[in-house]
Each structure stands twice: as structure tokens, then as C-alpha cells.
């Protein structure tokens, strides 16, 4: 069963802190995608990326960084934590452009980060 | 930053009873629009998706309907059963899988026995 994981289900961070978001895909996939996703504003593109050591800022880039050093892992980062970051963040992926989106995006489950 | 915007924000439908949400975009160039399924706890999952060369596309008891000139697409969900009830998200994108999706606000469906 092919899969996006997400290395942590709920994390709990203090103000201030450098936070990590790991995600690993194993279905080879070129393109992967940071969201958060906060009630009543659905889900806004934080950054993406189309290949290794590549990145594209989203809607909301403010406060976030991305590495991607392979191509199954893609990790946010937040540089310094803050209460407004309190939101569930989403990691997905896709196939390459060219094919571009006909097979959707596959999404990890998610981490639930409060920050505090 | 191109808008999608989606109605309602939640719904309450009666088992057999037709379900429909409707987003509306802006950015002309979009020409690639899926809608996912969301259960609490899960990531969304890709339920169907729509090219405007077609006005309308059904997958068993899901269609979604297009219409191009308004820069409308809704989804109806026919004969609505308690396993329907999640979020639902429309989205809108470049095919090709440019500068990734725009996805509406979602829509809170509950399907009452």
C-alpha cells in the first residue's frame, strides 16, 4: 500500500522553538507539498517542491522553510515557533509534471502541531 | 493569490437524500478540478476530478457538473449514505502540476439515518 507518512500524529512545541515536520513518500513521486490546514480557511499551500534540493514558495511561505535532500523526504521547517503556527499541517504528493495531477495527490495523515 | 471559493460551509442531509456543494474560481487558466473526501484524522483522499473539455463526469453516485462560462463545478452526491458524512474540498490547478492546487475552505457534510 503506497503511502505518505508523517514521522509524528501530534506535537506540542514552546514559542520560540526550531521545529522540524518530516515526511517520507515511497511511491517515487516527483512533485511534494507542505499545507496547513485551520477550520473555515481549508488548506493553503505553504511550499512545494519538484525535485531534489528545489523548492517553491506557496500562499504562505512567511516563517517556514523547506529541505528536501532526497526525493522521498520533504521536511518543513519553522524557524522560530509561534502561536499562530498552531494548525494541523499536511504533507502531500504527486506525480511529475507531465503527468501533472490526472492521478490526484496523496496525502499523509497529517501532524497536529500546537504551539505554546 | 487565485481564489476558490466553496458553499456551504457545512450541510445536513437525510439518508437517500442528494448532496450538493459548489465552488466557483477565478484563474482562467485553472483546467484541472478534483474534489477530496476527508474523514476526521485522515489526510484528504482524491474522490474525483473533472478537465473543462466535459460539462459533466459521474463516478458511481458522485458527479461533478462544469460549467465553464460561470467558472462553476459543483458535486453532487446521490442517494446519500452515513459513510458520506466528512469534508469535502474542491480544488483547482494547472494539469500539468504547476505551482500546486487551490483548494476551497471545505464543506462539513453530515448525512442524518
Known amino acids: 500500500d503506497v503511502k505518505v507518512t508523517q514521522s509524528s500524529r501530534y506535537l506540542v512545541k514552546r514559542t520560540g522553538e526550531k521545529v522540524f515536520l518530516e515526511c517520507v513518500q515511497d511511491m517515487d513521486h516527483e512533485n511534494m507539498f507542505w499545507y496547513r490546514q485551520d477550520p473555515g480557511l481549508g488548506l493553503r499551500l505553504i511550499y512545494f517542491?519538484?525535485?531534489?534540493?528545489?523548492?517553491e514558495k506557496g500562499d504562505i511561505p512567511e516563517g517556514y522553510s523547506v529541505s528536501r535532500e532526497k526525493k522521498e523526504r520533504f521536511s518543513l521547517i519553522l524557524e522560530s515557533a509561534s502561536t499562530n503556527q498552531t494548525s494541523m499541517y499536511l504533507c502531500?504528493?504527486?506525480?511529475?509534471?507531465?503527468?501533472?495531477?490526472?492521478?490526484?495527490?496523496?496525502f499523509g495523515s497529517g501532524t497536529r502541531l500546537t504551539v505554546v | 493569490q487565485q481564489q476558490v471559493k466553496q458553499s456551504p460551509q457545512s450541510l445536513i442531509v437525510q439518508k437517500g437524500g442528494i448532496s450538493i456543494i459548489n465552488c466557483a474560481y477565478e484563474n482562467t487558466a485553472f483546467d484541472y478540478f478534483p474534489w477530496y473526501q476527508q474523514f476526521p484524522g485522515k489526510g484528504p483522499a482524491l474522490l474525483i476530478a473533472i478537465r473543462p473539455d466535459v460539462s459533466e463526469k459521474k463516478e458511481g453516485r458522485f458527479t461533478i457538473s462544469f460549467n465553464k462560462s460561470a467558472k462553476q463545478f459543483s458535486l453532487h452526491i446521490m442517494d446519500s449514505q452515513p459513510g458520506d458524512s466528512a469534508t469535502y474540498f474542491c480544488?483547482?490547478?494547472?494539469?500539468?502540476?504547476?505551482?500546486?492546487?487551490?483548494f476551497g475552505k471545505g464543506t462539513h457534510l453530515i448525512i442524518q439515518p
Open positions: 502531500a504528493s504527486s506525480l511529475p509534471r507531465g503527468q501533472g495531477l490526472l492521478y490526484g495527490y496523496t
Open positions: 480544488a483547482a490547478g494547472d494539469v500539468r502540476g504547476a505551482d500546486g492546487l487551490t
Open positions: 517542491s519538484y525535485d531534489v534540493k528545489m523548492k
